[in-house]
């Protein structure tokens, strides 16, 4: 089939290179001219698994061209809008850019066209697309609306393009309904060459599920807004656990169990971030908002998660009494593993604060640096982990990434002046930690000691004895 992605940042991109990896000729439209002279001369603009090799293989094979928007939705046959709604200062989502895309298919579309919706939008816009449509489009034109959200997740969006668990569609009419499912026909069937795993060795067919647009819009804006709730839930709960001496990581296991609530989504921490949950659940507050419905539980959820970096840079201060002039090592930036994206995330919010503080801040990132350094350049970025942990009083981990379960720690302790490291993750092993004679600080779980007699004792270089932590003051 004809289609056209308008927008190529993650969502469009990802969405345009396996719209093509599974046999459409898709082309994808961006209005910032810098990003697509770069995707014309073959190069991705972010980092995400397996991306770049789709872009170059189907740019080679010509299922994928990169052009303008107006060219772009010139005779397409089914156009996916993947434009961004960032956050407007009220928390609403801004709308500007699709309300120009649907401008823009009013004036040039010349066919027939499906309209398919996959920017994250709030319920009722594919209403108000519709109206638009038959206002301004040229006549003889007929464009129909589609919801279709996306629910791919950064760092491992081609995976979830070809694996999802189900594929939502909103749709007025049959017709509709039929065109989608022969889009997604090698992912509703499985039979496409995966990508990423060759040939997989477990195929599960995705849930289809048909609605009408409104259902479909909410669906999405719902399942952020849960998966968010879960997550300033078990960060709750994780307070709870320090404040009485449990352990978290155990408490989620027993919870998860429960098929009703699920293991997924219950790793505490310093908190959610990118450019989907926050702004996901301050826009949905204002649509129920403005559909008369106080949907406090989520307000709530958001000052949990704002309270998580401040909570954090108090337990940096409860180690090391002052902060000012002490060196601090913070590894990782994007807001989560396999991606470079910063956007909201927590760990530039806890740089932020630590600089705030007079703290001499060293962070490194297997990819963020290039993007935090834009975003935040008043810290000291390093090529290694073990750079930013040189000389280093305390070594704090705010993103997940698997590099630093991989570390040296031996060669960590003796870069360090303080074994001290603070978990903002919950990622590392803390007894293999002790091991190496590190005092290894967590979220929601009693904090474990250097081992005497350590693998590395060099404590000659240790400024400070190792207190006993305060922070699980039950135990
Ligand atoms: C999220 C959803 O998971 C996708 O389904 C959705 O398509 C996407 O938003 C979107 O709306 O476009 P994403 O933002 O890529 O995907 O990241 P997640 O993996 O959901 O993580 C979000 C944040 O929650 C991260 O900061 C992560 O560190 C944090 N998190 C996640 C936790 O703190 N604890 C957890 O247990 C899980």
Same mark, same amino acid.
């Given at each position: 089939m004809k289609i056209s992605v308008i927008g190529a940042g993650y969502v469009g991109l990802t969405t345009a290179a396996c719209l093509a990896e599974i046999g459409h000729m898709v082309r994808c439209a961006d209005?910032d001219?810098n990003k697509l002279s770069l995707l014309c001369s073959g190069q991705v603009p972010f980092f995400e698994p397996h991306l770049e090799e789709l872009v170059a293989r189907n740019s080679r094979a010509g299922t994928l061209r990169f052009e303008t928007t107006?060219?772009a939705?010139?005779?397409a046959e089914v156009i996916f809008i993947c434009v961004g709604?960032?956050?407007?200062?009220?928390?609403?989502?801004?709308?500007?850019?699709?309300?120009?895309?649907?401008?823009?298919?009013?004036?040039?579309?010349?066919?027939?066209?499906?309209?398919v919706?996959k920017s994250?939008?709030?319920?009722?816009?594919?209403?108000?697309?519709?109206?638009?449509?038959?206002?301004?489009?040229?006549?003889?034109?007929?464009?129909?609306?589609?919801?279709n959200p996306e629910f791919l997740r950064e760092g491992s969006a081609i995976v979830d393009f070809f694996h999802p668990d189900?594929i939502?569609?909103?749709?007025?009419?049959?017709?509709?309904?039929?065109?989608m499912?022969e889009i997604y026909r090698p992912v509703l069937e499985q039979t496409f060459q995966c990508p990423v795993h060759g040939s997989c060795s477990v195929r599960k067919t995705p849930?289809?599920?048909?609605?009408?647009?409104?259902?479909?819009?909410?669906?999405?804006?719902?399942?952020?807004?849960?998966?968010?709730?879960?997550?300033?839930?078990?960060?709750?709960?994780?307070?709870?656990?320090?404040?009485?001496?449990?352990?978290?990581?155990?408490?989620?296991?027993?919870?998860?169990?429960?098929?009703?609530?699920?293991?997924?989504?219950?790793?505490?921490?310093?908190?959610?971030?990118g450019f989907c949950?926050?702004?996901?659940?301050?826009?949905?507050?204002?649509?129920?908002?403005?559909?008369?419905?106080?949907?406090?539980?989520?307000?709530?959820?958001?000052?949990?998660?704002?309270?998580?970096?401040?909570?954090?840079?108090?337990?940096?201060?409860?180690?090391?009494?002052?902060?000012?002039?002490?060196?601090?090592?913070?590894?990782?930036?994007a807001?989560k593993p396999n991606t470079d994206d910063?956007?909201?995330?927590?760990?530039?919010?806890?740089?932020?604060?630590?600089?705030?503080?007079?703290?001499?801040?060293?962070?490194?990132?297997p990819v963020a640096?290039?993007k935090?350094?834009?975003?935040?350049?008043?810290?000291?970025?390093?090529?290694?982990?073990?750079?930013?942990?040189?000389?280093?009083?305390?070594? /704090?981990? $705010? @993103? +997940?990434?698997?590099?630093?379960?991989?570390?040296?720690?031996?060669?960590? !302790?003796? *870069? %360090?002046?303080?074994?001290?490291?603070?978990?903002?993750?919950?990622? /590392?092993? $803390? @007894? +293999?930690?002790?091991?190496?004679?590190?005092?290894?600080?967590?979220?929601? !779980?009693? *904090? %474990?000691?250097?081992?005497?007699?350590?693998?590395?004792?060099?404590?000659?270089?240790?400024? +400070?004895?190792?207190?006993?932590?305060?922070?699980?003051?039950?135990?």
């Open positions: 209005n001219e107006e060219d939705v010139t005779e709604t960032p956050p407007l200062d009220n928390g609403e989502a801004d709308l500007s850019a699709i309300a120009n895309v649907a401008r823009t298919i009013s004036q040039r579309a010349t066919a027939h066209c499906l309209v919706e994250t939008v709030p319920v009722q816009t594919a209403h108000r697309l519709k109206r638009q449509f038959q206002l301004y489009a040229s006549k003889g034109v007929h464009c129909e609306l589609v919801s189900r939502v569609i909103g749709v007025e009419s049959e017709e509709a309904s039929a065109r499912g849930a289809w599920v048909v609605t009408d647009t409104s259902s479909a819009e909410l669906i999405k804006h719902a399942s952020n807004s849960f998966l968010a709730m879960k997550i300033s839930f078990i960060n709750m709960v994780a307070d709870l656990c320090e404040a009485v001496g449990a352990d978290v990581s155990k408490v989620a296991l027993g919870m998860g169990m429960d098929p009703r609530i699920g293991p997924a989504f219950l790793n505490p921490g310093i908190g959610f971030g949950f926050p702004k996901d659940v301050q826009a949905f507050v204002r649509i129920a908002e403005k559909a008369g419905c106080n949907f406090s539980l989520l307000k709530e959820v958001e000052n949990i998660n704002k309270r998580r970096i401040e909570q954090f840079v108090e337990k940096v201060r409860k180690e090391l009494w002052v902060v000012r002039g002490r060196k601090i090592a913070v590894w990782g930036l807001f910063v956007r909201f995330a927590p760990a530039i919010e806890l740089l932020r604060a630590l600089v705030r503080e007079g703290a001499e801040v060293s962070a490194y990132d640096t290039e935090a350094k834009a975003v935040f350049p008043d810290a000291r970025y390093c090529a290694s982990p073990y750079e930013a942990a040189q000389n280093a009083e305390a070594i /704090l981990i $705010a @993103t +997940e990434w698997e590099e630093f379960r991989q570390i040296d720690w031996a060669r960590v !302790r003796t *870069a %360090v002046d303080r074994p001290l490291i603070l978990d903002g993750r919950n990622t /590392l092993d $803390a @007894t +293999e930690l002790a091991r190496y004679g590190f005092h290894y600080i967590s979220v929601g !779980r009693p *904090a %474990v000691m250097a081992q005497s007699g350590s693998e590395v004792a060099d404590e000659t270089k240790t400024r +400070e004895a190792v207190q006993p932590s305060r922070l699980s003051k039950a135990l």
